[in-house]
């Protein structure tokens, strides 16, 4: 152990530290030491068990398993860019060795969820010591409202925004305003092309505004495109569609 004294403490390194086969009590004593300091990536033999509000299983694999500091945990596999499995940041990683195994542990209090991943067979450890940067995000969906906010004329000529971010029952209404009748106009806004999905979300918002209101209703999608099946969708429900791409308004916004 006395190899493993000198390289299981993360903090005391520049940048990375690389276990390759590591034995499992190698393996348990890195994560336990360094989860709360580095993101942790490992690429291991194991299977997933899961319980909080739902239960699931997933089966012996190889699996690539990723811990961060602020308590997230997540296992991937080989297809799609969400996790199988994972716990959000605030939970608690502990591991230890149980028989033939290692056992990583990751819980939650509130509400209550547990994912334990039992590793048989540990291939490679990789612990990065890595920093947060500074994130802007350009061409945003809020981007694009706010230009609409100022310049309105761009959605139609007498449109009257009153509130961003209107809440209704079954969610955001990201604007909310009057055209030049008096009629409730409302904007759903996207950053990439509208496909039928958007339809069904701007159409469930209309018909909760008119439910709520008793008023006539307009929706407007507002986006860089859209699909053929959406548009079809949309003079289906009587609604309506307006081009804005946000790569026309960065660093284009007129007061």
Same mark, same amino acid.
């Not at 690389?18 to 030491?33: D, G, H, N, T």
């Not at 360094?34 to 509000?53: D, E, Q, T």
């Not at 990789?126 to 230009?147: A, C, I, N, P, R």
């Not at 906010?149 to 955001?172: A, C, H, L, M, Q």
């Given at each position: 152990?006395?190899?493993?004294?000198?390289?299981?403490?993360?903090?005391?390194?520049?940048?990375?530290?690389?276990?390759?086969?590591? $034995?499992?009590? @190698?393996?348990?004593?890195? /994560?336990? %030491?360094?989860? #709360? &300091?580095?993101?942790?990536? *490992?690429?291991?033999?194991?299977?997933?068990?899961?319980?909080?509000?739902?239960?699931?299983?997933?089966?012996?694999?190889?699996?690539?398993?990723?811990?961060?500091?602020?308590?997230?945990?997540?296992?991937?596999?080989?297809?799609?860019?969400?996790?199988?499995?994972?716990?959000?940041?605030?939970?608690?990683?502990? $591991?230890?060795? @149980?028989?033939?195994?290692? /056992?990583? %542990?990751?819980? #939650? &209090?509130?509400?209550?969820? *547990?994912?334990?991943?039992?590793?048989?067979?540990?291939?490679?450890?990789?612990?990065?010591?890595?920093?947060?940067?500074?994130?802007?995000?350009?061409?945003?969906?809020?981007?694009?409202?706010?230009?609409?906010?100022?310049?309105?004329?761009?959605?139609?000529?007498?449109?009257?925004?009153?509130?961003?971010?209107?809440?209704?029952?079954?969610?955001?209404?990201?604007?909310?305003?009057?055209?030049?009748?008096?009629?409730?106009? *409302?904007?759903?806004?996207?950053?990439?092309?509208?496909?039928?999905?958007?339809?069904?979300?701007?159409?469930?918002?209309?018909?909760?505004?008119?439910?709520?209101?008793?008023?006539?209703?307009?929706?407007?999608?507002?986006?860089?495109?859209?699909?053929?099946?959406?548009?079809?969708?949309?003079?289906?429900?009587?609604?309506?569609?307006?081009?804005?791409?946000?790569?026309?308004?960065?660093?284009?916004?007129?007061?």
């Amino acid at each position: 152990m006395g190899a493993l004294n000198e390289i299981a403490n993360i903090r005391d390194l520049e940048k990375y530290v690389i276990l390759e086969k590591p $034995s499992l009590e @190698e393996a348990a004593e890195f /994560v336990r %030491r360094n989860w #709360r &300091h580095c993101v942790i990536l *490992i690429f291991a033999f194991c299977s997933v068990n899961y319980r909080g509000r739902a239960a699931s299983q997933l089966s012996p694999s190889d699996h690539f398993i990723i811990t961060k500091p602020d308590g997230t945990l997540m296992v991937h596999g080989p297809e799609k860019r969400e996790p199988i499995n994972w716990n959000p940041p605030g939970a608690i990683v502990t $591991s230890y060795v @149980e028989g033939d195994k290692l /056992v990583i %542990r990751s819980r #939650r &209090h509130y509400p209550k969820e *547990i994912v334990v991943i039992n590793c048989y067979d540990v291939y490679l450890i990789l612990g990065m010591s890595t920093k947060s940067g500074k994130f802007e995000l350009f061409m945003s969906e809020s981007q694009m409202v706010d230009y609409v906010w100022k310049n309105p004329s761009i959605i139609e000529d007498g449109f009257t925004p009153i509130s961003r971010e209107y809440r209704i029952r079954f969610g955001v209404v990201d604007l909310y305003g009057y055209d030049k009748d008096g009629n409730i106009l *409302i904007c759903e806004f996207k950053r990439r092309v509208a496909d039928i999905q958007d339809v069904g979300q701007l159409a469930l918002y209309v018909e909760s505004v008119q439910k709520t209101t008793g008023r006539n209703v307009r929706g407007i999608l507002v986006a860089p495109g859209v699909s053929e099946t959406a548009l079809l969708a949309l003079k289906e429900k009587g609604l309506e569609f307006r081009k804005l791409d946000p790569k026309d308004i960065l660093g284009g916004n007129k007061e």
